[in-house]
T-cell receptor
């Protein structure tokens, strides 16, 4: 079990509201959880990550939560702006030598 | 630092032709990854090199796809007898450490179109 599930696949929110993306993983040895943002026509770029020794991390309007018991982690974007519209990918990896597994992506649309 | 370089940015091939995609990782990065991105399948892992050695190619379609990393400054992904379903954006990424628990830096991708 190495899959990373990501939901929703499409998320449409009003400008100024918050957006939440959820991911679950199967490998209990996973200990690194990055989030990547891919703007249209661009390559994915890391925006925030969390390691298993933390339950919460916040930076510049982004919050990530990690629930190791439930094997679940989430990204919360507060006060969304049009510039937040993009594809977002979660990922999970472990020290055991396996590659970083990516979720299927969430297309976030922030509408005025 | 130019970031990860991928060439060509766009490639159009006819069905049955060969396509070779190039990736130059960030200098000093020891791990190189190849992914394929489509709207339907999302971001699919293909293969992974660490210190030029192939570590995991479990995502590679076995029959027509091959990847090499002859030196630390470039990797190639070769697709033989291309098919329309190979049309996708092929992304290369590199990472500083062994690659598992570190940020991956993605290149701009090569958009392959097979007619």
């Amino acid at each position: 079990g190495e899959q990373v599930e990501q939901l929703p696949s499409i998320l449409r929110v009003q400008e100024g509201s918050s957006a939440s993306i959820n991911c679950t993983y199967e490998n209990s040895a996973s200990n690194y959880f990055p989030w990547y943002k891919q703007e249209p026509g661009e390559n994915p770029k890391l925006i925030i990550d969390i390691r298993s020794n933390m339950e919460r991390k916040q930076t510049q309007g982004l919050i990530v939560l990690l629930d190791k018991k439930a094997k679940r982690f989430s990204l919360h974007i507060t006060d969304t702006q049009p510039g937040d519209s993009a594809m977002y990918f979660c990922a999970a990896s472990a020290n055991s030598g396996t590659y970083q597994r990516f979720g299927t992506g969430t297309k976030l649309q922030v509408v005025p | 630092n130019a970031g990860v370089i991928q060439t060509p940015r766009h490639k159009v091939t006819g069905k049955g032709q060969e396509a070779t995609l190039w990736c130059e990782p960030i200098s000093g990065h020891s791990a190189v990854f190849w992914y394929r991105q489509t709207i339907v399948q999302g971001l699919e892992f293909l293969t992974y090199f660490r210190n030029q050695a192939p570590i995991d190619d479990s995502g590679m379609p076995k029959e027509r796809f091959s990847a090499q990393m002859p030196n630390q400054s470039h990797s190639t992904l070769k697709i033989q007898s291309t098919q329309p379903q190979d049309s996708a954006v092929y992304l290369c990424a590199s990472s500083t450490t062994g690659g598992m628990n570190a940020e991956q830096f993605f290149g701009p991708g090569t958009r392959l179109t097979v007619l």
